[in-house]
């Protein structure tokens, strides 16, 4: 049967407490000035991704988002490229509601059913209008699955699912709107409730399983009102609910539902029952079940483990800055080129893939690839080679106030490779009182800046987290 | 490396050089006009007596048209030519080896930089289009990371260092007070320099060399056809330019306290002039000190202060105006200015003026041979230039 191979996530490194906001409990999670839903979901992909049991070869690469960087561009495309997944994969973006993260998984899901492996990668960067419920309540963060059918042993089974679509005008947001605009909630409480009771029966007889028999049951949505008359008539203890993370990383748009079923499996156990509601323009349940494969299939991090590794005092002015919602006085420095298309295409195994050359005749690493070895001067004898897992170290550095940056100042550091290598690379993620020579680093996909509309990917260094 | 050289076989026989400094009310053309006729008055020719002309500028100007544009020169041979902040270097090395060669009889170098019309901080340069993974780390950036390394490798503390450095930016602001045609014509405190708003690592603004807006020129003959322009000419001894592989930014042992590019570039002059030991040898020495620590590097990379005692010599008097062996004594880009085209030109005015006894207020006692270093780039991915210039 069709289920998750392996999974991964991701949040930011930035916290903005509520009460900086204006009032509030608990913090949000929040995409730092280098970070977009893409290149979020790249980093929830590379854990996922990382050790992929035998058989498990991605040929389908699904990207959903409502704040997707590009409206016309394939936004997984730039996922492809950082995963260094073949060139031959069907990609796909979804987006439209914050159903679409769990609306993907199940998609994947069938098509695993049919003979594909799936990577479905959730992400959103939540921008609510200033002072206003959705900049309090949301969050930004990613989730990723790797979805198999048979061939694959499986994490976790689906068990059951059912859906349900109604059109509503509950959350909208047109083109030329900054910010997405939500109806009364009482309203959207008294449409979805009972929608919910009934495609979640559904789902549980589906499966075959009682609402009892569930270890944990995962419920996002649009509008919280809605889970208030639910649990009673779907005959759920508040014990069972998995904590969607409301006071430490926010609602994190569609990527929500992925994240919390996320934590739910870093916690489960063999033989774990879970369900996964989320509520948006509709329904969409899921039911899982645990396997045995459990253990060998946890990521790297847990969402436990990234929501505790943050900075907590981001202040609202840069929140505000970062998401260009603020205008502000830009740097005496002159605006950064647009990246140009021929050198991206052909530098994108670097760019994007972040491989370096390794020199056959002297084992010479060379970063960014090179034709002539800059050791031994050998021309075109070489073996590209991924560095962005690789254990890495600061050389040397130094803080460039001069630079442009949205966060001002860049640090710039001179970073070696435990496996050879040299480069010079921004640092982010980072307190630039607390950066010293000989620190241990780890790459991390970012998009440096938007320049005519492009947004420039590239690799940064951060500490590790 | 196998450069034969042309000791004593090229002389430079007139010399301009505008004032450097924010020129609000004068563009590239006017510098150049200012420059060039200077330059044609110091030799006593007529713009006819020149066959040929190089310019250097980084990004005021492309083509040969730059300068003979404003200047209506008729129709002669004008290359311009950039090899980033050592250009106006490179305009007198191809120059003066179109002379040795016998192709041209008497040639001008020029270099120019028009650099406060962008608006801008700092420099601002126009790469080519690009992948978007450059570090995107400015100039102070780069060269701020040789402080903390040459501190380190040779266990100065950092309060120390920041002394060397200090004392390096008011041994150029001394000698630049007084040279009236120096950007700062002002001594800067100590305390100033010290408590300068931070730019990049280290170094504050005071650090800094200043962004401005010159030109200067050369005129160029055989050595043979000197005494018919010029009763005081002076002569090249050796002229050496060295483009790096980019070592340092790609292999881990590269450790930021030198510049193999100047060394060997230094090498390779002091063989063209038959300089050993260039510590006594070289009488004086303008150096490219974008930012206090690379004139630090530069002494030891140069061979004036032996590895890991440049900055006891800083510290000593060494390099001062009245010390043993004078450097930047015309201010240098930290006083005088940097337009970049300009710079190595700019220096070479300098050897001019005190070889020919000239140089006012700031002359050095009795100098015989000096030398001039020019570098473009950053540490660990540069071109170097040294010239040795003498009676």
């Known amino acids: 049967m069709s289920g998750i191979v392996r999974y991964g996530s991701y949040v930011p490194f930035n916290r903005i407490q509520r009460s900086a906001i204006g009032g509030g409990r608990g913090e949000r999670a929040a995409a730092s000035y280098d970070e977009d839903s893409a290149s979020m979901a790249v980093e929830a992909s590379r854990e996922a991704l990382r050790e992929l049991p035998e058989g498990a070869e991605v040929d389908t690469v699904a990207f959903a988002s409502t704040s997707a960087p590009y409206t016309e561009k394939l936004n997984a495309a730039t996922l492809q490229a950082a995963t260094n997944l073949p060139k031959s994969v069907t990609a796909l973006d979804l987006g439209g509601s914050t159903r679409s993260g769990l609306s993907a998984l199940l998609a994947g899901i069938d098509m ?34 790797v979805l198999g059918g048979n061939g694959t042993e499986p994490i976790a089974r689906l068990s059951g699912r059912a859906s349900c679509t109604e059109e509503v005008l509950d959350v909208w947001q047109s083109p030329g709107m900054p910010f997405a605009k939500q109806w009364e909630e009482r309203f959207g409480a008294s449409i979805f409730t009972p929608l919910l009771v009934d495609t979640f029966a559904r789902a549980l007889a589906d499966a075959g399983v009682a609402a009892s028999d569930l270890a944990r049951v995962v419920l996002d949505g649009t509008n919280a009102r809605v889970f208030r008359g639910f649990m009673r008539p779907a005959g759920l203890d508040p014990a069972q609910l998995a904590d969607g993370m409301a006071g430490t990383v926010g609602r994190a748009g569609a990527a929500h539902a992925g994240l919390t079923l996320a934590s739910a499996l870093d916690g489960a156990a063999a033989g774990d029952r879970i369900a ?12 899982f079940e645990v396997t045995e494969a459990i253990d060998d299939g946890r990521p790297k991090h847990s969402v436990a483990s990234w929501i505790g590794s943050k900075r907590d005092d981001l202040a609202y002015t840069t929140y505000l800055k970062w998401r260009d919602v603020l205008p502000f006085e830009p740097p005496r420095r002159p605006d950064p080129d647009r ?107 970012r998009r440096l800046y938007t320049a005519g509309g492009v947004h420039n990917y590239f690799w940064k260094a951060r500490p590790r987290r | 490396m196998a450069s034969k050289g042309i000791c004593d076989r090229v002389a430079i026989v007139g010399m301009g050089c505008t004032k450097f400094g924010e020129h609000w009310n004068r563009s590239a053309s006017d510098l150049l006009v200012d420059a060039v006729q200077e330059a044609y008055g110091s030799a006593g020719i007529e713009p006819d007596n020149v066959d040929a002309y190089w310019l250097g500028t980084t990004g005021s100007g492309i083509s040969g048209l730059t300068l003979s544009e404003p ?57 080519p289009p690009g992948d978007g993974t450059e570090s995107g780390m400015t100039a102070p950036a780069n060269f701020s990371l040789l402080a903390p390394a040459y501190a380190e490798k040779y266990g100065v503390d950092l309060e120390t260092m920041r002394d060397v450095l200090t004392k390096i930016a008011y041994k150029n602001h001394y000698n630049g007070a ?42 160029i003959c055989r050595a043979e056809d000197a005494h018919k322009y010029n009763d005081n000419p002076i002569f090249i001894k050796a002229l050496s330019f060295v483009a790096g592989p980019s070592e340092g930014a790609k292999r881990q042992d590269y450790d930021f306290t030198t510049f193999p590019e100047v060394v060997e570039s230094a090498r390779d002059a002091y063989v063209q002039a038959g300089i050993e030991d260039p510590r006594e040898q070289i009488s004086m020495a303008e150096v490219h000190d974008c930012f206090t620590p690379t004139e630090l590097v530069l002494m030891e990379d140069l061979g004036f202060s032996p590895r890991g005692q440049a900055w006891k010599d800083t510290m000593d008097g060494r390099f001062d105006l009245d010390g043993d062996q004078p450097v930047n004594p015309d201010g240098g880009l930290k006083s005088f200015g940097h337009p970049i085209g300009a710079s190595g030109l700019r220096m070479m005015y300098e050897m001019w003026l005190q070889l020919r006894g000239e140089a006012g207020e700031r002359q050095i006692a009795d100098p015989k041979v000096g030398l001039t270093h020019n570098l473009g780039g950053a540490p660990g991915r540069c071109v170097s230039f040294v010239s040795v210039v003498g009676l």
């Open chain 1, 112 to 145: 695993a059913s049919a003979g594909r492996t799936v990577l479905v990668a959730a992400s959103d960067v939540v921008v609510g209008a200033p002072s206003g419920p959705r900049e309090s309540g949301g969050g930004d963060a990613a989730a990723a699955f």
């Open chain 1, 276 to 287: 996964v509601a989320c509520v948006a323009d509709g329904v969409d349940v899921a039911v």
């Open chain 1, 339 to 445: 990246p140009a298309a021929p050198p991206m295409q052909r530098a994108e195994r670097w760019k994007f893939g972040f491989l370096g050359s390794r020199c056959n005749r002297c084992g010479n690493t060379n970063l960014p690839p090179q034709r002539v070895c800059v050791v031994c001067q050998a021309s075109d004898d070489s073996t590209m080679e991924p560095y962005a897992d690789s254990e890495c170290r600061i050389s040397t550095y130094t803080l460039d106030r001069l630079a442009y940056s949205l966060q001002p100042p860049v640090i710039g550091a001179v970073v070696d490779f435990d496996k050879g290598g040299r480069m010079l690379c921004q640092l982010t993620d980072v307190d630039p009182d607390k950066v010293a020579i000989g620190d241990e680093l780890e790459m991390t996909f």
């Open chain 2, 71 to 127: 200047l209506k020169i008729q129709y002669k041979p004008v290359t311009r030519l950039e090899n980033m902040c050592a250009t106006g270097s490179e305009a007198i090395r191809n120059a003066a080896y179109a002379v040795a060669s016998g192709a041209y009889d008497l040639v001008m170098a020029v270099g120019v930089e028009k650099l406060k019309d962008s608006g801008f901080s700092g420099l601002t340069g126009s790469a």
């Open chain 2, 178 to 219: 007084r040279n009236e045609k120096a950007q700062f014509q002002r001594e800067v405190p100590v305390e100033k320099i010290n408590s300068s708003p931070k730019i990049a690592g280290m170094l504050g603004i005071m650090d800094c060399s200043g962004v401005s807006d010159g030109s200067a020129a050369a005129v």
